[in-house]
Nanobody
């Protein structure tokens, strides 16, 4: 059974930092593009950052220069380092493991709340 287990988020003041982690099942991690999405109340779920198997990254414009995604292949874990947090970063953050070619799949973590107080 595939699992994505996210770390607990938290409450942080604006300007502060927080690191999220997501441990994935070994069976899929090495094959997957790993990503973080977020969903604020009343809004759609949007991509925050992604890292491919080869290590290429891409970021939403709103987090460029503040967030860093990384993966530790030895630990089957992806991280999201969030710096200079803003109130608008408040959302539920979801870890995703995906593959767009055979075998295709798309797995999600349970979500973790990040709240930034202004």
């Amino acid at each position: 059974q595939v699992q994505l287990v996210e770390s607990v988020g938290g409450l942080v003041q604006a300007g502060g930092s927080l690191r999220l982690s997501c441990a994935a099942s070994r069976s899929i991690f090495s094959l997957s593009t790993m990503a973080w999405y977020r969903q604020a109340p009343g809004k759609q779920r949007d991509l925050v950052a992604a890292v491919t198997v080869g290590g290429s990254t891409n970021y939403a414009d709103s987090v460029k220069g503040r967030f860093t995604i990384s993966r530790d292949n030895a630990k089957n874990t992806v991280y999201l380092q969030m710096n200079s947090l803003k109130a608008e970063d408040t959302a539920v953050y979801y870890c995703n493991a995906g593959r767009s070619f055979t075998p295709k799949y798309d797995y999600w973590g349970q979500g973790t709340q990040v709240t930034v107080s202004s």
